[in-house]
Nanobody, 127 residues
Framework: QAQLVESGGRLVQAGGSLNLSCTTP????????LGWFRQAPGKEREFVAT????????EYGDSVRGRFAISRDNRQKTMFLQMNSLRSEDTGVYYC????????????????????WGQGTQVTVST
């Protein structure tokens, strides 16, 4: 059964770095647009970043632009989210998601664009 599997979340101090990974067993990886959303307790799910199937297109949420970098390795069939200069407000569950097409900015930054979701990985940033 096709699924999305996140890994890499843990407790980290403010100012530190983390690298999240997402694999997609059962999917044709290089055809997928892939993204990250996060959700903090009591808050709505928030767009973090997304990357096109080729890896040449990427978009970021305002709160992470310049600190986070999304990438993918189509040979290893893995997507990455490098998170630097972490802040307490980056705390939350980070979800990997996938769609079968790249689209407009408004679409790819909306959770409704992605029909496939992982279970999430917890990131906690301590001060």
């Amino acid at each position: 059964q096709a699924q999305l599997v996140e890994s890499g979340g843990r407790l980290v101090q403010a100012g530190g770095s983390l690298n999240l990974s997402c694999t997609t067993p059962g999917f044709t990886f290089n055809l997928l647009s892939l993204g990250w959303f996060r959700q903090a307790p009591g808050k709505e799910r928030e767009f973090v970043a997304t990357i096109s199937p080729s890896g040449r297109g990427a978009e970021y949420g305002d709160s992470v632009r310049g600190r986070f970098a999304i990438s993918r390795d189509n040979r290893q069939k893995t997507m990455f989210l490098q998170m630097n200069s972490l802040r307490s407000e980056d705390t939350g569950v980070y979800y990997c998601c996938a769609a079968d097409r790249w689209a407009s900015f408004a679409e790819i930054t909306s959770s409704t664009h992605y029909p496939h979701w992982g279970q999430g990985t917890q990131v906690t940033v301590s001060t």
